[in-house]
């Protein structure tokens, strides 16, 4: 936890008996320090086996020492930093489609070049991050105009292809956010299952490792389904 996030920060998380809301969007609890912490450990372990973690608390909004969108500890970001630091991958890419900017993850990273970025997400849209303009040579960022679907996310996606291949990375993290899909309570999006297939198929496509950790997704009759989908295009012979 303490590659990515303060040691100030996790002791407030794991301290907490009480229940605080740590930001407008995000409580903690007596039990939040272990869901949080085995959300991330998840995901480190989604790494080791090149699996997907089904987790919850997500983690792309969290930043380096405040919870911040539901967000606690940064799953994607602890399991990058992993993957280095253990695996001795020497690039990582991280792949963000969820519908929101991923502003922690992007954060965590803006000055590290061993690690890219990259968000497809609507714009402008919480949290405020990801412009046009935010870019630097590891960070990528491809905002979409509310209404976009399955056709508007392969199109852009097409950019971050060619970023990450032109990167390397030995290893590919997945935020897989589904609350760009049609008729989630939380997004202005209309990608479909068969989308989400392809987003995860061609995100498999640039690295020899991948690993997926579940983001957003909030409509809970729809999601199981969304997930399918997406772990059947991870799973696509390449």
């Keep these: 936890m303490l590659r990515c996030h303060s040691t100030e920060y996790v002791e407030l998380v794991r301290r907490t008996i009480e229940p605080r809301w740590l930001d407008p969007d995000t409580i903690c609890t007596e039990t939040t320090y272990e869901a949080a912490l085995l959300a991330a450990g998840a995901t480190v372990e989604a790494v080791e086996r090149s699996g997907f973690a089904l987790v919850r608390p997500p983690g792309h909004h969290a930043l380096a020492d405040r919870a911040m969108g539901f967000c606690i500890f940064g799953n994607a970001a602890v399991a990058a930093r992993h993957g280095r630091a253990e695996l001795g991958i020497e690039r990582v890419a991280i792949v963000d489609w969820d519908v929101h900017h991923g502003n922690g993850t992007q954060a965590m990273f803006w000055d590290d070049d061993s690690v890219f970025y990259a968000s497809l997400h609507a714009w402008p849209f919480y949290p405020g991050t990801g412009g046009p303009d935010e870019q630097r040579e590891t960070t990528l960022n491809v905002p979409l105009a509310a209404g976009s679907g399955d056709a508007e996310y392969l ?21 897989a956010g589904f609350d760009a899909a049609a008729g ?6 209309h990608v479909t299952p068969s989308g989400f297939r392809e987003l995860a198929r061609r995100s498999a496509a640039l690295a020899p490792r991948v690993a997926a950790v579940l983001e957003g997704g909030y409509d809970p009759g729809t999601l199981p389904g969304l997930v399918d989908a997406a772990i059947e295009g991870f799973s696509a012979e390449r």
């Design 155 to 175: 199109e852009a996606f097409a950019a971050v292809e060619d970023a990450v291949r032109r990167f390397d990375p030995g290893l590919v993290v997945a935020s």
């Design 184 to 189: 989630d309570p939380l997004g202005p999006m």
